[in-house]
């Protein structure tokens, strides 16, 4: 792991052993624009959908890089920091398992 957040993060978490759900981030979703796409079943199965997409798109390596960006409306790079990517295949399918002294990061598919 080569960014400058992955050190001091993955310190933290070893050292606590409080639950995961401690660090764990979540998403909270707005409800859809559309009123029949916010059935649960519907929403669940386009979240779903929407992630397979982003997968695919991730290990075929055409995501575009991500910015952020403080200044929406100036210059294309005033105020515009591309973000570390370099993790990003670890979102899906990994699972971090921590034993006393190890780390152990697996990664499936």
């Not at 973000?83 to 034993?99: A, F, G, K, V």
Request: hydrophobic letters at 45%.
């Amino acid at each position: 792991m080569n960014n400058f957040l992955s050190g001091p993060w993955l310190d933290m978490r070893l050292k606590n052993r409080k639950s995961l759900l401690h660090f764990n981030v979540f998403a909270l979703l707005p409800p859809d624009p559309k009123t029949e796409y916010n059935q649960q079943l519907v929403r669940a199965t386009n979240l779903l959908c929407s992630t397979l997409r982003y997968m695919k798109t991730l290990r075929a390596g055409l995501l575009e890089p991500n910015v952020l960006h403080f200044q929406p409306y100036g210059a294309q790079m005033v105020d515009a920091y591309p973000l570390d990517m370099s993790q990003y295949h670890l979102i899906l399918s990994t699972m971090l398992i921590i034993y006393i002294s190890l780390l152990i990061i697996l990664k499936v598919g």
